[in-house]
């Protein structure tokens, strides 16, 4: 086997390449991790962290590219066979069980025997000691881990990745996105104890604040390449907000012109208010207008409260405090079915899992939301949803062989475009795009982008949230600034680039 840097390389990871269907998810990406190094994995949705260490743990595949390992290379055939090298991944959710002591959960097969019977005092001994030679923390193992509080859990499943095959590289992925600050800290001592130990911890967070107290290099992935690995120490805040969200690789004068044109005459009525909208734990009071013919932009990065903001007005959850107002009528009940009857319509950040009805075909998924509007008992026929379909089909140029192919069989692209057409068949007054040019290509974003000025300019109200600012700042008329689940901001939409991330900064 090749050598590799063995004396201070932990993980090598060279030239890692994956394709999926459509989608090149990452291109010839380097990383590597130090011994008893603490290092951030960064980048906006999509970007391609997910893929990198699924890679790395053997859940996916490389087309191309090689995995060192103290300077070995290996071959990463499962995620069994990660853990058996050393490498253990704590996932976001507890994926742990709460109806089992925290021994139990510790040692789950391989809990000590005897006579044929698990040796319960022993079990129980070796977990507490694991649990103090690995923490330093007195906690009861006997207790039903669900009983704890989720920190505790998440500290009891980071003891179980390192205990089994005796881990060397812990991969945490958002870990304290469910935390209180206290909790953090706790954390954070953990992996600080781990890391003196030489346990290499990559981990992966939307928080800035967190990334700066804790890590001691940053790799920044964006649309699937490399942009860099770098000193934390070495980087201001506002350099890594930069780099995290790139630049479009294209420039779109006619959006630029469109805009300009339909910004001269923004003078619709106010559909929509927000004062002071919140949910405890998910979205700080936020108050906001839009009215018709006018584009919203909601900036921030990955984690700032946008989508949990756009969720609440569309009702997938029930504020606990401030009210709403839609075309002057206070909204009394919250939910997705009212939102729809009242011309609210939500294109939503994952099309995967709260999007697209694989199964469907393309004019079933289109006619879904303008159905359920209208109530099951009042059905649309068939001669008419042919009609709607090939209506919107045509209207976005959708690429599929007819309306009764399935959509799964649909580019990324053109099954954004089919939710596209979905919520535009409802004929809404208030049209929110959770990321809708996300993890399509270029072409396909200037035609969406494109549209909603479009519609904009057709007395639509349209709220647009993007990763990337550059797109925000092209289609918007105004522009909200969030973070940390609050709203700190808001410019118009001629303000600078440079100026919205200086606020996303905080400097």
């Known amino acids: 086997m090749t050598e590799t840097n063995s004396d201070t390389l932990l993980i090598s990871m060279q030239g890692i390449s994956k394709v999926f269907p459509g989608v090149q998810a990452l291109t010839n990406v380097d990383f590597s991790l130090k011994y008893g190094e603490i290092h951030a994995l960064m980048g906006g949705n999509g970007a391609g962290k997910s893929t990198l260490i699924k890679v790395l743990t053997g859940v996916e595949h490389p087309d191309s590219g090689h995995i060192f390992l103290a300077g070995k290379e290996v071959h990463v055939r499962s995620p069994q066979h990660a853990q058996s090298l050393g490498i253990s991944t704590v996932y976001q959710e507890v994926n742990l069980c709460p109806n089992l002591t925290v021994a139990e959960n510790i040692l789950i097969g391989r809990a000590p025997m005897r006579l044929g019977s698990i040796d319960w005092k022993k079990l129980n001994a070796q977990a507490q000691e694991i649990m103090n030679r690995v923490l330093g923390m007195e906690i ?3 207790v039903m881990l669900g009983s704890y509080s989720v920190a505790i859990q998440q500290m009891v499943a980071i003891v179980r990745a390192l205990e089994i095959g005796n881990a060397k590289v812990l991969i945490l992925d958002e870990p304290t996105s469910s935390l209180s600050r206290r909790e953090t800290e706790q954390l954070f001592e953990v992996m600080r104890r781990l890391k003196s130990e030489g346990v290499g911890i990559i981990f992966i967070t939307h928080f800035l604040d967190q990334v700066y107290e804790i890590t001691d290099r940053i790799t920044i992935i964006r649309n699937g390449g490399l942009v860099g690995t770098f000193e934390t120490a070495s980087m201001t805040r506002l350099e890594l907000i930069t780099k995290m969200i790139g630049k479009t690789i294209i420039e779109l004068e006619d959006l630029s012109r469109i805009k300009a044109n339909i910004s001269k005459h923004i003078s619709g009525d106010l559909v929509l208010e927000t004062q002071d909208l919140g ?27 946008r989508t949990e903001t756009v969720g609440l007005i569309f009702g997938l959850e029930t504020p606990d405090s401030g009210e709403m107002s839609v075309a002057g009528k206070k909204v009394r009940h919250f939910s997705p079915l009212d939102s729809i009857k009242r011309g609210l319509a939500l294109l939503p950040e ?7 009805v694989d199964e469907l075909t393309v004019r079933e998924n289109i006619v ?10 009042k059905y649309i026929n068939l001669a008419k949803q042919y ?3 090939e209506k919107y089909m045509k209207l976005l140029e959708i690429a599929t062989p007819s309306a009764d192919q399935q959509v799964k069989n649909l580019s990324g692209g053109n099954q954004q475009k089919v939710i596209l057409a979905r919520w535009l068949a409802t004929n809404p007054r208030v049209l929110i795009l959770d990321e809708p040019t996300r993890g399509i290509d270029v072409g396909t974003k200037a035609e969406i982008q494109k549209l909603v000025l479009l519609l904009a300019d057709e007395g639509k109200a349209c709220i647009f949230i993007s990763s990337e600012l550059e797109e925000v700042l092209r289609t918007s008329h105004r522009i909200a600034v969030m973070s940390d689940h609050r709203k700190i901001a808001e410019f118009s939409g001629d303000t600078s680039e440079h100026e919205i991330m200086r606020v996303m900064a905080g400097e």
């Open 368 to 377: 879904l939301a303008l159905q359920a509007g209208q109530g099951w008992f």
């Open 387 to 389: 009609e709607i379909a």
């Open 140 to 142: 009861d193992v006997t």
């Open 350 to 356: 994952d099309r995967k899992a709260a999007g697209i």
């Open 279 to 305: 949910q405890s734990g998910q979205v700080e009071p936020i108050s906001l207008t839009l009215h018709a013919g006018e584009v919203l932009g909601l900036a921030g990065l990955v984690g700032a409260g």
